[in-house]
């Protein structure tokens, strides 16, 4: 069942076309992967199915509502979750605090002026951290938190909001080998028993291969391949642009995926 | 009519433009030195004013030698090669110490330079103004349609498009042109190509100190230096980057020609308030385009990582709330009237201060103008009991309802910026607000102000009227603090750390800083009208730039990363200025070093340090 449409995504900066005629569906409880060269659009793209740019054509479609030219946070009430490549969060504020924001924004209560913040939502927070393994830091600053632990409380932030759609710019940038398998395990579990569609993008072909039921391949704003990620892996085109190299999307002989 | 002559338009636009190429030279410093080193200087307008003094006082002892031309102008350029090599000094001294630092920190030591100066001046060239000679060769006026038109006029309208054209040679066919122009478009790659960083900056800053220099120097002979000139050039300077885009030289020359028109034949539409027309100009014009005209937005933006955090709460505070209150009723018993009077005036700058801690520590919205809404408060009430004899109990909240209302019309304006654009444009507010209060003399007194402000009668007395103040601070204050814990100031802080996520979450940060602009600004509000009764008065020194800097400088020195900080800080500025004041004659000073010292080596504030140091011990 088809949760995000995106129909002839157009966008360009002067003369350069970013993104041109970008279709692509996402189903519910999918991981849909978009790879592609530095500069190909996966970021534009992404931007524009996230609300932060504006696309010059096309429609972005929602549960079969259009949300083309919604605003980020509208985006949000409509079931839009996201991380970002380099992880977003309140870095003044707990961990729990982070994920009651969440909540309260959700809630329609951040207009408040009496309640403490502290105190609201504070249950459901420490669940959705425990559901990310993070319950024991519900109390640690964000500030003093490592990177990987960061984006597991940015991946809690995102689902406080009860997202259909999941979008995920780089989700594993900056982490350990081992940390971005675990990290990515994870999602595709809450993905899964939840329903959430998830859309991320991706340097790391052992966590795209790995993860996404499906890869879209992007090269100079366009679409060149689609399909499970060992269509993707055979398909002459795309190993011709990526890097010019026959073999570069084979895994390695002889190491196992971490 | 005189004034559709077209003799008399022609020279109202001609004196346009020389007040334009004037405008520029000493804007155009200020823009490159923003480009490269993203500090918006307020010492900019100091270097003018020395460039001026300088050149008053150099000029006349070189033509005394030899007598020509060639002298002055040789003295016009040594003068603002001096200014230069002062700001090489500063470069070195202070703002190498500070690139890094939060935006809030950068403007207050700069300020604290032009206070620095201030006194300075005064020292080195006395107090009296010095009037420049006057241009030999320059001396005849011309006759421009039967008008006379003073020559040198002539000389500074081309002024500006020679330094304009000698700066675009310096910027496109140098080595250091190459790298100016690089820094300002990405500081960090041209760190990462191995650049001498120190040496580019301190070499803009020299260019930038030269054209400040050079701009006053050639002031002197229209115009006697004074001490006035710093502030008033930097409103003008600051008006002509920000409407020109930072770090834009040609949005600079495009805005001053604007703006030195609009001078020169806004006089014929409002006569009394060209600092008014100017500083609408420069809303409207950041209203459309957020950056200015040519400027362009900051690649990863303004951080504003200085603030308040989460805190688990102290224990036992109930205990301590109570013994605040007890100590604030008791104090009566013990003071004698005049320390009351240094007490009220404590409370009411402490709620002054705190109202901008919403706004700086918790939503990270560098206001620079924060007196706007102090004033607007005071002037309401006084206003209130002036024109319409209203009673203490009804211009209080009057002058609080004001100050709500003007702050939600500039915060309207204001929060669709971010960081140096919006702390111009609250400067800028709060410029219009004083012009206002000073121009409009029928309603507003102008300079006088308005007397006769007096409390009710229970509350008269130095007892009553203290036990008043402490009452309404100390509720405010508690209410604020409520605000801060409340979701609305989560919301506030979420949008600080981290616009992407706050919106992300779907947070509207545009709306809760314009609400939290309207709390800020009516708890000010507040605040200015309890001063006004406090003196009896209101003048148009309590909107000025002194009057937000105090409140900054009490932030700072209370520390901004704590809630209760802004408090301590009042007490601490207050009791300083009332007790070292009337000491010395040289307070300025003392106090710009002190601002220089707090952000240098004490950028946490006392109550910040008190509590790492509790921390530490713990």
Redesign the interface.
């Known amino acids: 069942m088809t949760l995000l449409a995106v129909n002839g995504l157009h966008k360009s900066f002067g003369g350069v076309v970013a993104a041109r005629d970008v279709t692509f569906t996402v189903a519910r409880g999918e991981m849909l992967a978009i790879i592609g060269p530095n500069g190909a659009g996966k970021s534009t793209v992404f931007n524009m199915v996230g609300g932060q740019l504006r696309p010059d054509r096309g429609q972005v479609l929602l549960d079969g509502q259009d949300i083309t030219h919604a605003s980020p946070q509208k985006r949000f009430r409509r079931g839009v979750g996201r991380t970002f490549q380099v992880a977003q969060t309140f870095l003044s504020m707990s961990a729990a605090e982070n994920v009651q924001m969440a909540l309260i924004s959700c809630n329609r209560q951040s207009n408040g002026l009496w309640r403490p913040a502290s105190e609201r939502h504070r249950d459901k927070a420490v669940e959705l951290l425990s559901r990310v393994g993070m319950a024991e830091a519900a109390d640690t600053p964000c500030s003093a938190l490592a990177y990987g632990d960061v984006k597991r409380v940015e991946l809690a932030i995102a689902l406080a909001g009860q997202p259909k759609l999941l979008l995920m710019d780089e989700p594993t940038a900056g982490m350990a080998p081992r940390e971005r398998a675990a990290l990515m395990d994870l999602t595709a579990s809450i993905a899964e028993a939840q329903g959430i569609g998830v859309l991320f993008t991706e340097h790391d072909m052992d966590v795209v291969f790995g993860h996404a039921a499906r890869v879209l391949v992007l090269l100079r704003g366009q679409i060149i391949a689609a399909g499970t990620p060992d269509q993707v892996r055979q398909d002459e085109q795309v190993k011709r642009a990526y890097l010019g190299d026959a073999r570069a999307l084979e895994p390695l002989r002889g190491v196992s995926p971490a | 009519m005189p004034a559709l002559d077209p003799a008399f338009l022609a020279v109202q636009a001609l004196s346009g433009l020389s007040s334009a190429s004037s405008l520029f030279i000493t804007a155009c410093g200020l823009t490159i030195v923003f480009g490269v080193t993203r500090i918006v200087n307020f010492a900019h307008g100091s270097l003018y004013m020395i460039g001026a003094y300088t050149a008053a006082t150099l000029v006349p002892r070189l033509l005394e030698l030899s007598f020509g031309p060639v002298t002055f102008w040789a003295g016009i350029l040594i003068s603002a090669i001096i200014v230069g090599l002062i700001g090489v000094i500063i470069e070195v001294l202070l703002l190498r110490r500070i690139y890094g630092a939060p935006e809030l920190f950068q403007l207050l030591a700069t300020f604290g330079v032009v206070l620095v100066v201030q006194d300075l001046v005064v020292q080195v060239f006395g107090p009296q103004d010095i009037l420049g000679p006057r241009a030999p060769g320059l001396r005849a006026p011309v006759e421009i349609l039967g008008r006379r038109f003073p020559s040198y006029e002539l000389v500074l309208i081309a002024a500006g498009p020679i330094v304009l054209g000698l700066v675009w040679l310096l910027l496109r066919k140098t080595r250091f042109g190459v790298l100016v122009r690089a820094a300002t478009q990405d500081r960090d790659m041209v760190a990462s190509l191995g650049v001498n960083q120190a040496l580019l900056f301190t070499g803009t800053l020299f260019l930038g100190a030269f054209l400040a220099g050079l701009g006053g120097a050639l002031q002197i002979p229209r115009v006697s230096a004074n001490t006035g000139m710093d502030l008033s050039i930097i409103a003008e300077a600051f008006v002509v980057t920000v409407v020109g885009g930072m770090g834009s030289v040609p949005g600079a020359f495009l805005a001053a020609l604007i703006i030195g028109q609009l001078q020169a034949f806004g006089i014929l539409i409002f006569p009394k308030s060209t600092l008014v027309v100017v500083f609408l100009l420069m809303a409207v014009v950041l209203a459309i385009r957020p950056y200015g005209f040519f400027g362009r937005a900051e690649i990863g933006g303004g951080t504003h990582?200085v603030?308040?955090?989460?805190r688990s709460p102290l224990p036992g505070r109930g205990l301590i709330l109570l013994i605040v209150i007890a100590v604030l009723a008791a104090f009566p018993l013990v003071a004698d009237a005049y320390l009351l009077k240094v007490a009220t005036e404590i409370l009411i700058f402490a709620l002054f201060a705190f109202s901008l801690q919403l706004l700086i520590g918790v939503g990270g919205i560098v206001s620079f103008g924060h007196a706007a809404f102090f004033g607007l408060g005071a002037y309401g009430a006084a206003l209130a009991v002036k024109w319409y004899g209203v009673s203490m109990e009804a211009a209080l909240p009057l002058g609080l309802a004001l100050a709500a209302l003007g702050a939600g019309l500039a915060g309207a304006f204001v929060v669709r910026l971010s960081g140096i654009y919006l702390a111009m444009m609250t400067l800028a507010a709060a410029q219009i607000l004083y012009a206002v209060a000073f121009q409009w003399v029928e309603v507003t007194g102008g300079d006088n102000g308005i007397v006769g402000v007096w409390p009710s009668s229970w509350a008269s007395g130095p007892i009553p009227y203290y036990l008043l103040t402490a009452a309404l601070t100390l509720i405010t204050v508690l209410l604020l603090k409520?605000?801060i814990?409340?979701?609305?100031?989560?919301?506030l802080?979420?949008a600080?750390?981290?616009e992407?996520?706050?919106?992300?979450?779907?947070?509207?940060v545009r709306q809760?800083r314009w609400?939290a602009f309207m709390i800020a600004g009516a708890a000010a509000g507040l605040a200015g009208g309890i001063y006004a009764f406090s003196r009896g008065s209101v003048d148009p020194s309590l909107l000025g730039i002194s009057t937000s800097v105090d409140a900054l400088t009490m932030l700072l020195l209370g520390g901004i990363q704590t809630v209760v900080g802004p408090l301590v800080g009042a007490a601490a500025l207050h009791g300083l200025r009332d007790w070292i004041m009337p000491l010395t004659s040289l307070w300025r000073l003392l106090l710009g070093l002190s601002i220089i010292a707090m952000v240098l080596i004490f950028p946490r504030g006392l109550v910040g340090t008190v509590r790492d140091w509790w921390g530490a011990r713990a």
Do not use: Q
Not at chain 2, 485 to 491: I, R, V
Not at chain 2, 500 to 508: D, S
């Open positions: 990582a603030g308040i955090a989460s409520r605000i814990d409340a979701p609305f100031g989560y919301a802080r979420a600080r750390d981290s992407a996520r706050a919106e992300a979450i779907g947070l509207k809760h609400l």
